[in-house]
C-alpha cells in the first residue's frame, strides 16, 4: 500500500485560509542566496517538500541552512562548488536554478538534468543560450549539465521562448558577471519581480524585471539581506477554486490580487461570488456555474498551474467548456482520473472539452503531478462519497499542510500512511 489522501466528500467550506509563500519564488530565492558572501534571511517560506530538498541540497554544498516552517537563515559563506549530478536535484524541476547561481558565484557548476513534474518535454534550451551568452561552454554528459566560463561577461540576450526559469537563471548568472546584460522577451511573473528584489537586496544592480526586457549590471560581490516572499499566487488560486467549488463563505488571506487578475476574472465569468480586498479575497460557492472556455498564457495570462484544478471546477458548469493549455499542450493528465470520478471530457492535442455539468463520485485516483492533484483534491471535495488519491508526495512538494487548511475550513480529509512508510 502507498500513502493516500482521503476525502469523504460533499463537506460545505467556511472560515479562512492563510496563503503561504511562493512555492515557484522560493525554489529561487534559495538558489539565489548562494551568491551572496554572507548571511541571506528569508521569510514567509512555505513548508513544502521542494523548500526542504533545496536545503539538504545547500547543506550538501556546505553552507549552512538554519530555519523553522517559515523563515530560513541562509549561510553560504562555506560554500563550495562541489558537483551535484545525481540524488536530490533530481528531486525537483527548480534544481536547474543551482546552473545558473554556481556558475555565477563559481564559473563552474555541475548539476544534473532537473525532476520535478513530467509535463511533457522541458526543454532547458533557453536557460543554455544565455549561460553561453555569457560566456560559460555548456555540455551534457550522462545526464548531467556541465558548466564552465574563464569569466561571465554581460551579453544581450533574446529568448525565442518566454520563459519564467530561464530568465530567472540568466538573472542569476549575470549578477556577478562583468559588464552589462540586457535580456529580451523577458518572463514577467511576479516570481521573477520577487527573485531580483532579493537579488537587489543583495547589492546586484537589476532594472526593469516585471517587464519583457531586463538589464542587468554585474557587480563584483553580494552581501547577505533580509527578504520576505511574496504570496503563493497558485496556492491563493487553488484555494479560490476549492471555495467556489463547496464554500459557503471562505476568506483566502495573505494575497496580492492584482496576481490573481487571471484567475479572478474566470471565476467571476463563470457567476462565482467574489469580494476583493486589500490582501485577501472573499469567495462563495455559486448558485449556477456558467460555462467558460479557458487558454493558458504567459503572465499575466490565465497560469497554466491552475488549468488543471479549474478543469475540475469547469465539470460543474451548464455547458460545454474548453481548456487549453498553451504552455504545456500534455498537462492533462487529470483528465483521466477525473474521468473515474464521473467527469466527462473530450481531450486532444492541448485542449479538452469539458461536459457539464455533471456530478462527480469517490473512487480511487491517482495524482500524477502537482496540480494535477489539486485538481484531484478539489474533485474529492466535490464528490458524493469516499476519494482515494495516491500519488501523495506530488502534493507535498507544492501545498503546505494542504490537510490542516483544508480540515480548518470544514472538509473532511485524511492522510492515509502506508503501514510501510511507518516508522
Ligand atoms: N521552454 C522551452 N525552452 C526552455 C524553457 C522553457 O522551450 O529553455 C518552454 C517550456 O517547454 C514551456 C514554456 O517554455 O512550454 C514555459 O516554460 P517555463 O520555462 O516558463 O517554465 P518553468 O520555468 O520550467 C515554471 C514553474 C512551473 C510553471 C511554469 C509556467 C517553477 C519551478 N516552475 O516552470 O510551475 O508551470 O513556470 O508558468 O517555477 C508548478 O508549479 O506546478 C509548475 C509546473
Do not use: W
Amino acid at each position: 500500500m502507498e500513502n493516500r489522501l482521503v476525502i469523504n466528500g460533499g463537506k460545505r467550506l467556511s472560515g479562512k485560509v492563510v496563503v503561504d509563500g511562493a512555492k515557484n519564488s522560493a525554489v529561487a530565492l534559495i538558489p539565489a542566496a548562494i551568491l551572496a558572501d554572507s548571511e541571506v534571511t528569508i521569510e514567509g517560506l512555505p513548508d513544502i517538500s521542494d523548500v526542504h530538498t533545496l536545503y539538504d541540497i545547500v547543506s550538501e554544498l556546505g553552507g549552512s541552512v538554519k530555519y523553522d516552517s517559515q523563515t530560513a537563515i541562509i549561510d553560504p559563506s562555506a560554500i563550495v562548488d562541489m558537483p551535484l549530478p545525481n540524488g536530490n536535484v533530481k528531486k525537483l524541476r527548480a534544481s536547474y536554478y543551482l546552473m545558473g547561481a554556481l556558475l555565477g558565484k563559481f564559473k563552474k557548476a555541475v548539476v544534473g538534468l532537473p525532476g520535478g513534474c513530467y509535463l511533457g518535454p522541458r526543454p532547458i534550451d533557453q536557460h543554455i543560450k544565455g549561460f553561453e551568452a555569457l560566456g560559460a561552454t555548456v555540455t551534457n554528459e550522462q545526464g548531467a549539465i556541465y558548466l564552465r566560463a574563464e569569466k561571465l561577461r554581460g551579453a544581450r540576450i533574446y529568448m525565442d521562448v518566454v520563459s519564467v526559469g530561464a530568465t530567472i537563471n540568466i538573472m542569476l548568472a549575470a549578477v556577478l558577471a562583468e559588464g552589462k546584460t540586457v535580456i529580451e522577451n523577458a518572463a514577467k511573473e511576479p516570481e521573477i519581480i520577487d527573485v531580483a528584489t532579493l537579488l537587489s537586496n543583495m547589492g546586484a544592480n537589476i532594472k526593469g524585471a516585471g517587464t519583457d526586457t531586463i538589464r542587468i549590471i554585474g557587480v563584483p560581490n553580494l552581501h547577505g539581506c533580509h527578504h520576505t516572499i511574496i504570496p503563493d499566487r497558485i496556492e491563493a488560486g487553488t484555494y479560490m477554486i476549492a471555495a467556489a467549488a463547496m464554500g459557503d463563505g471562505v476568506e483566502i488571506q495573505n494575497v496580492i490580487p492584482d496576481h490573481l487578475e487571471g484567475i479572478t476574472a474566470k471565476l467571476a465569468e463563470m457567476g462565482v461570488p467574489l469580494e476583493i480586498s486589500e490582501d485577501s479575497i472573499f469567495v462563495k460557492k455559486s448558485t449556477a456555474f456558467k460555462k467558460v472556455d479557458v487558454k493558458t498564457y504567459v503572465y499575466p495570462g490565465f497560469p497554466t498551474d491552475l488549468q488543471q484544478p479549474f478543469t475540475t471546477l469547469l465539470t460543474q458548469a451548464e455547458g460545454d467548456s474548453i481548456v487549453t493549455d498553451t504552455i504545456y499542450p500534455s498537462r492533462f493528465k487529470h483528465v483521466a482520473e477525473l474521468m473515474r470520478m464521473g467527469g466527462q471530457f473530450k481531450q486532444n492535442e492541448r485542449t479538452a472539452v469539458i461536459y457539464g455539468k455533471t456530478p462527480l463520485s469517490g473512487a480511487r485516483v491517482i495524482a500524477t503531478d502537482l496540480r494535477a492533484g489539486a485538481a484531484l483534491v478539489i474533485a474529492g471535495l466535490l464528490a458524493e462519497g469516499t476519494t482515494e488519491i495516491l500519488g501523495v508526495e506530488h502534493i507535498e512538494r507544492g501545498y503546505g499542510n494542504i490537510i490542516q487548511k483544508l480540515s480548518a475550513l470544514g472538509a473532511d480529509i485524511y492522510k492515509e500512511i502506508a503501514e510501510s512508510n511507518l516508522a
